[in-house]
């Protein structure tokens, strides 16, 4: 068990719908990351924060944003959902802001979008 | 383009050593080489870091050569339980941290 719990675990919604996936890191870490992992581009890094600050970017589309709260618990919004958004969505945690820091990933959300 | 590419799949039989090369040209000066060991319907799981020359912990080496442009995680003596997807991590000059598309180990009795 990485301590990093994710919910929910599956959701299935249409194309257009809004939906938010949940993260809480690892007790003492202050980063957390999201990736996105499909059949065809592998684990995608989408965004960091750290301690409730953005803190790097990757590849997340404009539809998709995401936040870290005083609690350091994380949500990802998706939003204008499009059949190629079905995928895993991870959350990772770290203890430090730097990015050689080793993950901690929760076990995905599986999103289908129908 | 900056990238990390690893083989796609390796086949083993239990009680070998396995070896699992990523390459990765373009690594950033200070950043690490950090593998992940993936399980079907679970996050990656972190197995090793290293920044040069070799690093061995209780499940596995990781072996970096001088120019770090590659790197290779050893497996000692696999068991079926190892059967997975092996992911390199690796900071980039562009300023990318990529992950690399995986390398799916089976191991056969």
């Known amino acids: 068990d990485s301590g990093v719990t994710q919910t929910p675990k599956h959701l299935i919604t249409a194309t257009g719908q809004r939906v938010t996936l949940r993260c809480s890191p690892r007790s003492g870490d202050l980063s957390v990351y999201w990736y996105q992992q499909s059949l065809d581009q592998g684990l995608q890094f989408l965004i960091q924060y750290y301690n409730g600050e953005e803190r790097a970017k990757g590849n997340i589309l404009e539809r998709f944003s995401a936040q870290q709260f005083p609690d350091l618990h994380s949500e990802l919004n998706l939003s204008s959902l499009e059949l190629g958004d079905s995928a895993l969505y991870f959350c990772a945690s770290s203890v430090g802001a730097d990015r050689n820091s080793p993950l901690h990933f929760g076990n995905g959300t599986r999103l289908t979008v129908t | ?109």
């Open chain 2, 1 to 109: 383009l900056a990238k990390t590419t690893q083989p796609i799949s390796m086949d083993s039989y239990e009680g070998q050593e396995v070896n699992i090369t990523c390459s990765h040209n373009n690594i950033a000066t200070n950043d690490y080489i950090t593998w992940y060991q993936q399980f079907p319907s679970q996050g990656p799981r972190f197995i090793i870091q290293g920044y040069k020359t070799k690093v061995t912990n209780e499940v596995a080496s990781l072996f970096i050569p001088a120019d770090r442009k590659s790197s290779t995680l050893s497996l000692p003596r696999v068991s079926l339980s190892d059967t997975a997807v092996y992911y390199c991590l690796v900071g980039l000059i562009n300023n990318d941290m990529r992950f690399g598309a995986g390398t799916r180990l089976t191991v056969k009795p």
